[in-house]
Structures are given as structure tokens and as C-alpha cells.
């Protein structure tokens, strides 16, 4: 269970780096 909210964390992390901003505005980086 540890092993998969890890691997959930992690899945998150990437997903708020890609629809955040330098600047904190919630827009997708490429669109």
C-alpha cells in the first residue's frame, strides 16, 4: 500500500508540474 500512495504521489507531482506555471496560473504548458 505505501509502495502504490508512493507511486501515486509521484503521478501527482508530475501532473501539478505540468498544469502549473512559474507563476502559479493553472494553465497547461503547451496550450
Excluded: C
Excluded at 507511486?7 to 502559479?24: A, H, I, P, Q, W
Amino acid at each position: 500500500m505505501d509502495r502504490f500512495k508512493q507511486k501515486l504521489e509521484t503521478y501527482f507531482d508530475e501532473f501539478f508540474r505540468l498544469v502549473s506555471t512559474d507563476n502559479g496560473d493553472w494553465t497547461i504548458k503547451g496550450f
